[in-house]
């Protein structure tokens, strides 16, 4: 493998089977007989188109469920998305829109999206275009790579140690980038989503204890009332049996006096 045509130069290799994989990455040789050939490899580029297109794709399908569950009805707002007007889905939609845009420098010759092929439509989600992503593939692949995977971290400047180290910033492509802002809204601690939830649960919590202490005071109350109106009646009660006494005296009086005056 890799000698010249004389037969000298080169790297033994030996295979149980006439299928040789390894010798080359990603590349699979079938032997067939004996004798001289040569193998020409070409980049493959259709399953990083793929890969990219799947993530355009995956894209999409957030903006068009956040488009759907913030939708605004001005004739009828009971038919207003479930999160019309929620400001942790406005700052998702900022932080998407930031981040198409975002312009990566010092990262090569290719320094945005757009710069690949992907472009923003007016209704925020994105198309691929696989003439321009391929033309890029074709031109500078190591660019390409470079502007996907690019994640070196901050170093922190320390003076004191010899030599000083002055420091240096983050330098992130689309990957690393793309990661830190799902993780800024989905982290299971820090998450905006997450707090967000974790705000709605209490006070859940809250309302579910102040039912509860609304139905013990309205019970004490219908008690009381229960046992007021009870204490009315028997006081009612009471009145008309003086009543009644008072006008069974006042009748008895009133006989009384007639027969004296007869």
């Given at each position: 493998?890799?000698?010249?045509?004389?037969g000298?130069?080169?790297?033994?290799?030996?295979?149980?089977?006439?299928?040789i994989?390894?010798?080359?990455?990603?590349?699979?040789?079938?032997?067939?007989?004996?004798?001289?050939?040569?193998?020409?490899?070409?980049?493959?580029?259709?399953?990083?188109?793929?890969?990219?297109?799947?993530?355009?794709?995956?894209?999409n399908?957030?903006?068009n469920?956040?488009?759907?569950?913030t939708?605004?009805?001005?004739?009828?707002?009971?038919?207003n998305?479930?999160?019309?007007g929620?400001?942790?889905?406005?700052?998702?939609?900022?932080?998407?829109?930031?981040?198409?845009?975002?312009s990566?420098?010092?990262?090569?010759?290719?320094?945005?999206?757009?710069?690949?092929?992907?472009?923003?439509?007016?209704?925020?989600?994105?198309?691929?275009?696989?003439?321009?992503?391929?033309?890029?593939?074709?031109?500078?692949?190591?660019?390409?790579?470079?502007?996907?995977?690019?994640?070196?971290?901050?170093?922190?400047?320390?003076?004191?140690?010899t030599?000083p180290v002055?420091?240096?910033?983050?330098?992130?492509?689309?990957?690393?980038?793309?990661?830190?802002?799902?993780?800024?809204?989905?982290?299971?601690?820090?998450?905006?989503?997450?707090?967000?939830?974790?705000?709605?649960?209490?006070?859940?919590?809250?309302?579910?204890?102040?039912?509860?202490?609304?139905?013990?005071?309205?019970?004490?109350?219908?008690?009381?009332?229960?046992?007021?109106?009870?204490?009315?009646?028997?006081?009612?009660?009471?009145?008309?049996?003086?009543?009644?006494?008072?006008?069974?005296?006042?009748?008895?009086?009133?006989?009384?006096?007639?027969?004296?005056?007869?």
């Amino acid at each position: 493998y890799g000698g010249s045509a004389s037969g000298t130069g080169g790297l033994v290799s030996t295979s149980a089977t006439n299928t040789i994989t390894g010798l080359v990455p990603s590349l699979t040789l079938n032997l067939t007989g004996v004798g001289n050939s040569s193998v020409a490899v070409t980049q493959d580029n259709s399953q990083v188109t793929t890969a990219v297109q799947s993530f355009v794709d995956s894209y999409n399908k957030v903006i068009n469920e956040v488009a759907t569950d913030t939708t605004f009805n001005s004739t009828d707002q009971t038919k207003n998305g479930v999160l019309f007007g929620n400001p942790i889905v406005q700052q998702v939609q900022q932080a998407l829109g930031a981040f198409i845009t975002k312009s990566y420098s010092g990262l090569g010759q290719y320094q945005s999206l757009a710069s690949i092929g992907i472009s923003v439509q007016q209704d925020g989600t994105l198309t691929l275009s696989s003439d321009t992503l391929n033309t890029a593939l074709a031109t500078a692949p190591d660019d390409v790579r470079t502007l996907f995977s690019t994640n070196v971290k901050a170093v922190a400047p320390d003076l004191t140690a010899t030599p000083p180290v002055l420091g240096s910033s983050a330098i992130k492509g689309i990957g690393a980038t793309l990661t830190d802002l799902i993780s800024q809204f989905t982290d299971a601690q820090t998450g905006s989503i997450f707090q967000a939830t974790d705000a709605i649960t209490t006070q859940e919590t809250q309302l579910k204890s102040r039912q509860t202490e609304l139905a013990t005071l309205l019970l004490q109350k219908r008690n009381n009332l229960i046992e007021t109106f009870a204490n009315l009646e028997t006081n009612i009660a009471s009145l008309q049996q003086q009543g009644s006494a008072i006008s069974s005296m006042s009748t008895s009086a009133s006989n009384s006096s007639s027969k004296s005056s007869g």
